[in-house]
């Protein structure tokens, strides 16, 4: 897989963003987007992709510890949603469990928003490497 992936990790208020490099290996954040799921805030993520050449989303899916479906998960599927409707690149889902606290105990220049978006790229990155096949 060679192709340029963004991750959100998407809050009601700020939203994390990161991107890999273009050959799909490395993931640096980017920024915060307030208010991603406002018409404002989708306008931003539709621009951020077209302007960072994005060839898909992946936005983490904050699941209960037990890998239920809460309450941020479905805010989330409503946001997924929402932004399928602006933008032209494939979006999906994966689970972003312990990302914030990752991103937490790391952070330093960055936003920890941007940085727990950073660990869900290099999550999700690391599982659809070649090398994982």
């Known amino acids: 897989m060679r192709m340029k ?3 959100l990790d998407y809050g009601s208020a700020r ?7 273009p050959t799909g290996t ?3 954040p980017l920024g915060v987007v307030e208010k ?3 018409d404002n805030g989708l306008a931003e993520l539709a621009r951020l992709v077209r302007d960072e050449n994005v060839e898909r989303v992946v936005v983490g899916l904050p699941l209960t ?9 479905t805010e989330t599927d409503r946001f997924v949603e929402a932004l399928r409707g602006v933008i032209d690149v494939p979006v ?3 689970d972003e469990r312990f990302t914030t606290d990752l991103a937490q105990q790391t952070a330093g220049a960055a936003s920890v928003d941007a940085l727990a978006a950073a660990h869900l790229l290099s ?9 994982a096949s």
């Open 26 to 28: 490395l993931a640096r």
């Open 15 to 21: 939203t994390g963003v990161a991107v890999s490099d």
């Open 5 to 7: 992936v963004m991750a």
């Open 92 to 94: 999906e889902l994966f």
């Open 123 to 131: 999550g999700w990155l690391e599982r659809w490497s070649p090398a």
């Open 36 to 38: 991603a799921g406002s």
């Open 65 to 73: 510890l037990r890998g239920t479906h809460g309450e941020q998960a």
